[in-house]
């Protein structure tokens, strides 16, 4: 819809074809619903995949406007679980509320986590057309690096044998950083490197390295003894896998299928639950260095087997060979 940014260019390095529609942000553009129409009827697709709520909505409007004989399947994304609309403005508010109603004319629409599927059937949508088709983590990519973690920690300064927490997500009230800064500097020895947008413009604390979005997080990561996820809302959160995946264990708040991911392989607090997690981060402080690695192993092991990318591109493939 708006510039595809960096991912495009990506892609594009990939030999992918990527259509941008040129859609300013926030400002609905008849001319980019007419080109995505143009663009399908060129492309010929048997399927439409729409990916979040404003492009499953394009999505719809634009098969809509292709004659029938001509008109593809559609499917739509859901990526969200609980998320708090009052932070939002009124542009997602109508987003949801309109797709609640057009559901039950889209093929289908796939969950990325059960509890994105149960919230969005409570907030309207057709329960009938939801598919469940967990993230599949790339387990070649987000990997135990020995290297890197030495690098990374003589990049922070730190000696090999530091504790080393990580905490990769942007810098947003959803993921509730303030909460996690909080706890980390109450807990001695503990360094904490926070990576995602915007958090090079937090505020300093002690034994706090915020070194903003980054390209090398599966390197960042793999240098972590544990990492942290406190987010107040998320259907199925990428960096609790992907640290598994690094044989990294986790801290998480119990939000959307954290629990699901996690299993025995790291500790669950209750969301917003300061002194929970602060009692976590102790405990895990306090552990000794084969155990957490222990964990890691056991993480690794279960991204690989029941989250990997494979497995998800494969159910991908037989939701999209029974639609078509």
């Known amino acids: 819809m708006v510039s595809g940014g960096f991912h495009a260019s ?7 074809t990527v259509n941008e529609l040129g ?11 007419w080109n995505l129409r143009n663009a399908i009827i060129g492309f010929r697709p048997d399927i439409v995949q729409g990916w979040l709520y404003h492009a499953n909505l394009l999505s719809f409007a634009a098969s ?4 029938r004989r001509r008109r593809p399947r559609l499917s739509w994304g859901i990526r969200s679980a609980e998320m708090d609309q009052s932070r939002y403005g009124f542009g997602l ?15 289908r629409i796939v969950a990325n986590s059960e509890a994105g599927r149960a919230d969005h059937v409570r907030l309207g949508f057709c329960a009938d057309r939801f598919d469940v088709i967990a993230n599949g983590i790339d387990t070649h990519r987000f990997r135990p690096d020995a290297v890197s973690r030495s690098a990374v920690r003589a990049e922070l300064g730190l000696a090999d044998d530091a504790l080393l927490a990580g905490v990769f997500a942007r810098n947003d ?5 303030d909460h996690i800064v909080r706890a980390v500097t109450q807990v001695d020895g503990l360094h904490t490197v926070f ?4 958090t090079d413009q937090m505020s300093p604390a002690e034994n706090c390295a915020f070194v903003g979005a980054r390209s090398d997080v599966p390197r960042l990561m793999a240098a972590c003894d544990f990492t942290i996820l406190a987010s107040k809302s998320e259907g199925f959160p990428n960096v609790v896998a992907e640290s598994m995946s690094c044989g990294v264990p ?7 299928d ?3 991911i996690l299993g025995s392989c790291g500790l669950v607090v209750m969301p917003e639950d300061w002194g929970a997690l602060l009692a976590a981060l102790r405990d895990f402080a306090a552990r000794p260095q084969q155990e957490l690695e222990r964990l890691g192993k056991a993480g690794r092991s279960r991204i690989a087997t029941q989250f990997s990318l494979e497995r998800s591109v494969k159910n991908y493939v037989d939701l999209y060979a029974g639609m078509a």
């Open 173 to 177: 009230p959803m993921k509730n950083l």
């Open 93 to 107: 508010k109508f987003a949801v509320s309109a797709s609640a109603r057009l559901s039950p004319y889209v093929d």
């Open 258 to 260: 954290v629990a699901l």
């Open 250 to 256: 986790v801290i998480a708040a119990d939000v959307g």
């Open 23 to 33: 859609m300013p942000r926030g400002m609905p553009d008849p001319r980019g619903l």
């Open 195 to 198: 990576a995602g947008v915007d």
């Open 64 to 67: 809509w406007l292709i004659p």
């Open 10 to 16: 990506g892609l594009r390095g990939d030999g992918i």
